[in-house]
């Protein structure tokens, strides 16, 4: 079975949203989705999510990253823990395996298309290789908040993922996790 890590940090659970809905999408394409994060809000991880170590890295088949926006960047937490991976760096745990990324903003022009590409820049340094959305994905063309080929996105108007928002995040997972398993094969 094909091993996802959906790696993300949520502070008022909009991106763990996101997250909910690509381990829909890994699931649905036959993967194991793992949940894990580097903290939530108070920085306390919650009981169905485990706090990320290094060793998921190596035992992943597959990598996805998420965050809020943070002025067009990741959330700090999430680039202190990219900041500990040198061993796996220079290893080349990641090297070869398939990456994606995906966020949340409180407005629509928070930052949405800068965070995916600097989220993108250690899978990028780690040798990953990245998956987005591509425009076949119906979704991706009728989205009036979140969504992009670079990845999952939410625009937080509500409390809940629009339709498309949720069907770009589920098409995200299937295709990280069929991406995988041909890789593996």
Same mark, same amino acid.
């Given at each position: 079975?094909?091993?996802?890590?959906?790696?993300?940090?949520?502070?008022?659970?909009? !991106?763990?949203?996101?997250?909910?809905?690509?381990?829909?999408?890994?699931?649905?394409?036959?993967?194991?989705?793992?949940?894990?994060? !580097?903290?939530?809000?108070?920085?306390?991880?919650?009981?169905?999510?485990?706090?990320?170590?290094?060793?998921?890295?190596?035992?992943?088949?597959?990598?996805?990253?998420?965050?809020?926006?943070?002025?067009?960047?990741?959330?700090?937490?999430?680039?202190?823990?990219?900041? $500990?991976?040198?061993?796996?760096?220079?290893?080349?745990?990641?090297?070869?395996?398939?990456?994606?990324?995906?966020?949340?903003?409180?407005?629509?022009?928070? $930052?949405?298309?800068? *965070?995916?590409?600097?989220?993108?820049?250690?899978?990028?340094?780690?040798?990953?290789?990245?998956?987005?959305?591509?425009?076949?994905?119906?979704?991706? /063309?009728? !989205?009036?908040?979140?969504?992009?080929?670079?990845?999952?996105?939410? /625009?937080?108007?509500?409390?809940?993922? !629009?339709? /498309?928002?949720?069907?770009?995040?589920?098409?995200?997972?299937?295709?990280? *996790?069929?991406?995988?398993?041909?890789?593996?094969?």
């Amino acid at each position: 079975m094909t091993r996802v890590v959906i790696l993300y940090y949520s502070r008022n659970g909009a !991106t763990q949203l996101l997250a909910d809905a690509i381990a829909e999408g890994v699931t649905a394409a036959g993967g194991e989705a793992v949940l894990r994060s !580097t903290g939530h809000g108070s920085n306390a991880v919650s009981d169905r999510d485990l706090e990320i170590e290094n060793a998921d890295l190596e035992s992943c088949d597959a990598l996805i990253l998420g965050s809020p926006t943070r002025f067009g960047h990741m959330a700090s937490s999430l680039q202190k823990f990219w900041e $500990g991976t040198s061993r796996e760096w220079l290893q080349a745990i990641l090297t070869d395996k398939p990456g994606a990324v995906f966020t949340s903003s409180s407005s629509l022009h928070g $930052g949405q298309e800068s *965070t995916l590409l600097t989220l993108a820049l250690p899978l990028i340094h780690h040798g990953m290789m990245l998956v987005g959305i591509p425009y076949s994905e119906p979704a991706l /063309h009728q !989205t009036e908040s979140g969504g992009s080929p670079y990845g999952a996105s939410h /625009h937080e108007h509500s409390k809940k993922l !629009t339709e /498309h928002e949720r069907q770009c995040a589920i098409a995200l997972g299937k295709r990280v *996790t069929q991406t995988a398993a041909k890789l593996s094969s």
